[in-house]
């Protein structure tokens, strides 16, 4: 029955997902390729136009709305006036590696848009190679993890992975966090 709704709904969650998260759930998407729950080439794709999209709509929404409370709270934010001075001088670098730099998915492309003069024809094609490069490394990342499990614990059937994902995505997600507490301590 997961199966089932997996094959499903399982593309349209990962394009969701990649959209309005990311990391994770490429990843995940990449895990479930390696135990075929999900097709490995249509989920890299699918997890390409999410990011993707998500970058073009808040650059796009960020240049139509640059007065709105929403979009001043974020460019008023220390971090975002950080990288601001470090890297607004060099915009399309910005715009090739933000989606690499975690914290910065959201904040970068409303810098760019109101911040800069990069013009979408400009910031389209950068972010959409940028976009096509994370999706690859993420979702392979997890089709890597995949491997690792396999080759640790032997076959798994679907209905185990299925149990033991949550316990991966909480264990990455409490490394990502001590991570971050560990860089801010150093700041």
């Known amino acids: 029955m997961i199966d089932a709704l997996i094959a499903k709904y399982g593309l349209i969650i990962v394009f969701l997902g990649c959209a309005l998260e990311g990391d994770t759930v490429a990843v995940t998407s990449g895990l479930l390729a390696h135990h075929h729950l999900l097709p490995l080439w249509p989920t890299l794709a699918v997890a390409w136009a999410g990011g993707w999209t998500a970058d073009v709509l808040i650059f796009l929404l960020a240049r139509r709305y640059r007065a709105h409370p929403r979009v001043l709270r974020i460019l008023s934010h220390p971090v975002s006036q950080g990288v601001a001075r470090r890297l607004l001088g060099r915009p399309l670098l910005l715009a090739a590696v933000f989606r690499f730099i975690p914290g910065m998915r959201t904040v970068?492309?409303?810098?760019?848009?109101?911040?800069?003069?990069?013009?979408?024809?400009?910031y389209l094609p950068v972010t959409c190679l940028s976009a096509l490069l994370w999706a690859g490394v993420m979702v392979l990342v997890g089709h890597g993890i995949g491997?690792?499990?396999?080759?640790?614990?032997?076959?798994?059937?679907?209905?185990?992975?299925?149990?033991?994902l949550p316990v991966l995505l909480v264990a990455i997600f409490a490394l990502h966090r001590l991570w971050r507490m560990r860089r801010d301590l150093r700041e």
């Open 147 to 164: 491997e690792v499990i396999r080759r640790l614990w032997g076959h798994m059937d679907r209905t185990e992975l299925l149990l033991a």
């Open 108 to 122: 970068s492309p409303v810098l760019l848009a109101t911040g800069t003069s990069l013009r979408a024809a400009l």
